[in-house]
């Protein structure tokens, strides 16, 4: 059984950092796609950033460019995603997700629980 577990989550100032982390279990091989999503109320999910693990190529959402970065541990059991300059606009629900296709939320077939990431002015 494939799980996917975020945390790192919490209550930052505006211009703050967090670094997220997402540990995934029952799966012995690697991942194709991992990214990171993110949905606020009353919002549609929405893609930030995702790791093709076969080459680490990256890919962000505009809006966060320059300011988060996703990366990957090298027994591919974890990833990371690094927000820095964190602004009230990027609170949300943040999930990890797993065997899909750069950040279109609906081709992705595992997902995590959520970690909450509140950001005040």
């Known amino acids: 059984q494939v799980q996917l577990v975020e945390s790192g989550g919490g209550s930052v100032q505006a211009g703050g950092s967090l670094r997220l982390s997402c540990a995934q279990a029952?799966?012995?091989?690697?991942?194709?796609?991992m990214g990171w999503f993110r949905q606020a109320p009353g919002k549609e999910r929405e893609g930030v950033a995702a790791?093709?693990?076969?080459?680490?190529?990256?890919i962000y959402a505009d809006s966060v460019k320059g300011r988060f970065t996703i990366s990957q541990d090298n027994a591919w059991t974890t990833v990371y995603l690094q927000m820095n300059s964190l602004k009230p606009e990027d609170t949300a629900m943040y999930y990890c997700?797993?065997?899909?296709?750069?950040?279109?939320?609906?081709?992705?077939?595992?997902w995590g629980q959520g970690t909450q990431v509140t950001v005040s002015s």
């Open positions: 790791i093709y693990t076969g080459t680490r190529g990256t």
């Open positions: 029952g799966y012995t091989d690697r991942w194709r796609y």
């Open positions: 997700a797993a065997e899909g296709a750069d950040l279109r939320v609906g081709t992705y077939k595992y």
